[in-house]
């Protein structure tokens, strides 16, 4: 995941709106040293599991549409895991690839048990029908192929999902620079790796080469926590609940900056514990800053 923290800390350098404090990363890491928490993947019991390809195949379905649940303000994560795994529940063929590339807005709604359209519900299903179409195509209409396909290495199972699946290109040019964050494809990664405990699909030798996966959510704990400073007109924008263009200067900053700070906060966690942590970089630290502090509900 070179490219990811290279263009994220060349984004840090030069950003405009928000600045990684050392101090506060010092300060943060001298809070959480320690109790970073042990807790098993599925801790809340909302994701489908049987130990086997089918659940490979819900993960990938859940991380190709694990974004953008605003402005539903009832509509979160938790909905779409559950809701996912209930349909799978009911009927074991309903991820299959070729209804993957059939399914409509009001299909997907009815198997998240959604009343009203879902946020980018059109984007949502192209998602879906692009999945169906690859997976048939390159990998036999299965997810677990696309893994197998890896070898047991979750930085190629990125590149895989991103070179196959256009949607997973989580790209945005900054300043003229191209910049490289590829969220959902490494959530899919480390999602393989919690569930299956490091074994089977779950099994990468570098599980620690993974980001901490930049969502909305990161940012906004960095910043109670002291780590993230925004500008004046950032702070106004993000205090009133107003929206951020996806891929506008302010948005690519946010979360480029809060991969290169939790780079830091890692390596100092790394240096303090005298060995290289590596779950610091994915599960373990991620839940830290989700849970060691109560955030607001805007970033």
Same mark, same amino acid.
């Given at each position: 995941m070179e490219e990811v923290r290279a263009s994220s800390a060349w984004v840090a350098a030069r950003s405009a709106h928000v600045v990684v404090d050392s101090s506060g990363i010092e300060k943060a890491v001298e809070e959480i040293q320690g109790s970073i928490p042990k807790v098993k993947w599925d801790f809340e019991g909302i994701h489908y599991f049987d130990n086997g390809?089918? #659940?490979? =195949?819900?993960?990938?379905v859940l991380d190709a549409l694990n974004f953008c649940f605003w402005p539903d303000k009832d509509l979160n994560y938790d909905n779409l895991a559950l809701g996912l795994k209930e349909a799978l529940q009911d009927d074991k063929s309903v991820f299959d690839a070729d209804r993957l590339q059939k399914i409509t807005g009001p299909q997907l709604r009815n198997l998240l048990k959604?009343? /009203?359209?879902?946020?980018?519900?059109?984007? /949502? *299903?192209r998602?879906?029908? %692009?999945?169906?179409l690859e997976l048939e195509r390159s990998f036999e209409g299965k997810a677990c192929k696309l893994v197998?396909?890896?070898?047991?290495?979750?930085?190629?199972?990125?590149?895989?999902? #991103? /070179?196959?699946?256009?949607?997973?290109r989580?790209?945005?040019?900054?300043?003229?620079? =191209? *910049?490289?964050?590829?969220?959902?494809? =490494?959530?899919?990664?480390?999602?393989?790796?919690?569930?299956?405990?490091? =074994?089977?699909?779950?099994?990468?030798?570098?599980?620690?080469?993974?980001?901490?996966?930049?969502d909305y959510i990161v940012p906004a704990v960095l910043r109670q926590l002291g780590v993230l400073r925004y500008s004046s007109d950032l702070a106004s924008i993000i205090d009133a609940n107003r929206e951020i263009g996806s891929g506008s200067e302010e948005e690519v900053e946010l979360r480029a900056c809060s991969?290169?700070?939790? %780079?830091?906060m890692r390596e100092l966690l790394s240096k303090k514990s005298g060995n290289q942590c590596i779950e610091c970089g994915i599960g373990s630290l991620a839940l830290v800053l989700w849970h060691s502090v109560s955030i607001s509900s805007t970033p």
């Open positions: 390809p089918l #659940t490979v =195949q819900y993960l990938f959604w009343p /009203r359209p879902l946020p980018l519900e059109n984007e /949502r *299903v998602l879906l029908h %692009e999945v169906g197998e396909s890896c070898g047991k290495s979750a930085a190629n199972l990125v590149a895989l999902v #991103t /070179r196959h699946f256009p949607g997973f989580d790209h945005s040019v900054y300043k003229g620079h =191209q *910049v490289f964050l590829y969220k959902r494809a =490494q959530i899919f990664a480390a999602d393989l790796w919690g569930a299956f405990e490091g =074994q089977c699909y779950g099994e990468f030798n570098d599980i620690g080469s993974l980001t901490i996966f930049a991969v290169y700070a939790v %780079e830091k």
